[in-house]
């Protein structure tokens, strides 16, 4: 029987409560589930074997999900210092108690999330439209008006599986920015994804530890890692079995002594998908020279090698990819990015390539922007 979440409009939210619900569905079956996105909901679908009725808190790897680092992550803009933790352990409680009635709810494809209505606020380390409070109308057929500080409620049962999501499946990145120290929150959107462990899911979601020039530029460079990783499967498998439709990226910053979001966007990832899709082994030498494009760019005195390549992967036009090419051979004439970083220039060098060149004019092409 499978289980549906249904849209609310906060694309967050939504997509973290997929991830929480897979996770949770994986822990109880050990085995395998398959997470599909329709145009009105995320579908779980359950392996042939229906979810054990047993209690979630007997599972060894569901106690071992409360030690992950996202969920400090996930309540950062809680105020009070180890207030974070009391959120966790509350998340905790409410699934271990009430996970029987959700999936049974959840098995109606007509159910439905009331916003503005729950028992618990939206924190701002999960979806940075639910914290500064919805001021039109959703998807679930509510309407919320808020102030800038009125944080929007939501169910708690669907809080604390979206806060699971979030806290296993979103990543996050400390940066300093105009000498103040950020956070940038990262969340693909699946397609269609089957694991038979999250925890194989949580390893394709890795981020490198580069300096990064903004939200943008790690999203980018996250869509390239994503897909070069997806790529590898597909080569091995003979097809691309799990895609993925975006990266949903915002922005925490310091605002006092309170960390807030910036409002988020997101990053479409159908032009790498449909590549790998083509061709799992010509895609190769294109995407492991635009993964050495951010690698160099992160460098000082190759920051326009980056941004160049943010361009290309955030937009897919041919504006873009004569700059990024353009800024790639004058990044090999730079003498002193070669002295800070000789490593990563050599091999930016080794894959500008022809052959790389073409397969990213090959994807631009069959983009439709």
């Known amino acids: 029987m499978p289980y549906y979440i249904t849209k609310t409009g906060l ?8 991830w ?52 400090q992550r996930v ?9 974070w933790s009391g959120k966790r352990d509350k998340a905790k409680d409410v699934v ?7 999936l049974t709810d959840l098995q109606n494809p007509a159910n439905t999330v009331a916003l503005g209505s729950g028992e618990t606020y939206l924190p701002g380390g999960l979806d940075p439209t639910g914290f500064k409070g919805l001021r039109h109308k ?47 929150v990262l969340l693909p959107v699946p397609q269609e994804v089957r694991f038979s462990y999250f925890r194989d899911v949580q ?5 490198p530890g580069l300096k990064y020039h903004g939200i943008q530029n ?22 691309l079995q799990d895609r993925y439709l975006a990266v949903l990226y915002f922005r925490l910053f310091g605002a006092g002594q309170q960390t807030k979001p910036a409002q988020g966007n997101q990053l479409r990832l159908e032009p790498l998908m449909d590549a790998i899709a083509r061709d799992p082994h010509g895609t190769q030498p294109m995407l492991e020279w635009l993964d050495y494009c951010f690698r160099l760019g992160a460098t000082k005195g190759a920051e326009d090698l980056a941004l160049a390549a943010t361009e290309l992967v955030m937009r897919w036009d041919l504006e873009a990819y004569d700059r990024l090419v353009r800024v790639a051979v004058r990044i090999l004439g730079r003498e002193q990015v ?17 052959e790389a060149i073409q397969q990213a004019m090959e994807v631009m092409s069959h983009a439709v922007v």
């Open 203 to 207: 390893e394709l979601f890795r981020l």
């Open 96 to 102: 271990e108690q009430q996970i029987g009635s959700l």
């Open 20 to 71: 929480g619900l897979a996770v949770v569905v994986n822990v109880l079956t050990e085995d395998e589930v398959v997470l599909r996105h329709e145009d009105w909901a995320f579908i779980v679908v359950e392996p042939p074997m229906p979810v054990p009725n047993s209690t979630i808190a007997s599972s060894l790897a569901w106690r071992t999900l409360i030690f992950d680092q996202g969920w």
């Open 75 to 83: 309540f950062m803009t809680t105020r009070g210092e180890g207030a």
């Open 338 to 354: 070669r002295k800070k970083n000789p490593r990563d220039f050599d091999s930016f060098l080794r894959r500008t390539r022809t």
């Open 11 to 18: 694309d967050v939210f939504d997509t973290a409560r997929a």
């Open 138 to 184: 959703s998807k679930a057929g509510g309407y919320h008006e808020s102030s800038p500080e009125d944080q929007l409620e939501v169910p708690k049962d669907h809080w604390a599986i979206a806060c699971l999501g979030m806290a296993t499946c979103g990543t996050y990145r400390r940066v300093k920015e105009a000498r103040q120290i950020n956070w940038l």
């Open 218 to 239: 790690a999203a980018a460079h996250y869509a390239v890692q994503l897909a070069e990783r997806l790529r590898r499967r597909a080569a091995a498998q003979g097809s």
